[in-house]
T-cell receptor
């Protein structure tokens, strides 16, 4: 069964803290995406990963194919990072599943 | 701005009715994906089209159908609407026919069924 699990569900951090959000999946995948959804509802794609590590500004995403696990890190967090972060996995067999999301609040 | 346009932004309709949601992909993107986001089920993949052809189906109900036209815009048709169909419907586009390229999301259509 294709499953995607995210943790934590909710996260509150002080401005400047280092944040990690985790995503685990059950079977082999073709690609993994990290998405950001702001309170207004719009969704932005942050990263697309099939192996290794990617960095964009203060955001870093890693994936370990053998362990079936990905992490999204935010360095020097800022209140504008407050959003829901969603892991989305493309499984072999053309099926795409979303994690339940991590709601992040960064307090000034 | 993602370059993906969804219309309408909001739609309020009654049970039993039929509606059409429209998505224009980012210029140059051949893939269009449709997703549903409801409060109780989160985001779910509905269907994927690439260059006019259906590529994959997810949890799409039989009452729902979609198509991608020669100009690459796509329409999602929802019929015999039920209260439980109330949700945000997103489309996304990408260049390639698989998920190995970045996704560009529209702002969504909020459907309310009363």
């Amino acid at each position: 069964k294709n499953e995607v699990e995210q943790s934590p569900q909710n996260l509150t951090a002080q401005e400047g803290e280092f944040i990690t959000i985790n995503c685990s999946y059950s079977v082999g995948i073709s690609a993994l995406h990290w998405l950001q959804q702001h309170p207004g509802g719009g969704i932005v794609s942050l990263f697309m990963l099939s192996s290794g590590k990617k960095k964009h500004g203060r955001l870093i995403a890693t994936i370990n194919i053998q362990e079936k696990h990905s992490s999204l890190h935010i360095t020097a967090s800022h209140p504008r990072d407050s959003a829901v972060y969603i892991c989305a996995v493309f499984f072999t067999g053309n099926q795409f599943y979303f994690g339940t999301g991590t709601s992040l609040t960064v307090i000034p | 701005d993602s370059g993906v346009t969804q219309t309408p932004k909001h739609l309020i309709t009654a049970t039993g009715q039929r509606v059409t949601l429209r998505c224009s992909p980012r210029s140059g993107d051949l893939s269009v994906y449709w997703y549903q986001q409801s409060l109780d089920q989160g985001l779910q993949f509905l269907i994927h089209y690439y260059n006019g052809e259906e590529r994959a189906k997810g949890n799409i109900l039989e009452r729902f159908s979609a198509q991608q036209f020669p100009d690459l815009h796509s329409e999602l048709n929802l019929s015999s609407l039920e209260l439980g169909d109330s949700a945000l419907y997103f489309c996304a586009s990408s260049v390639e026919p698989n998920y190995n390229s970045p996704l560009h999301f529209g702002n969504g259509t909020r459907l309310t069924v009363t």
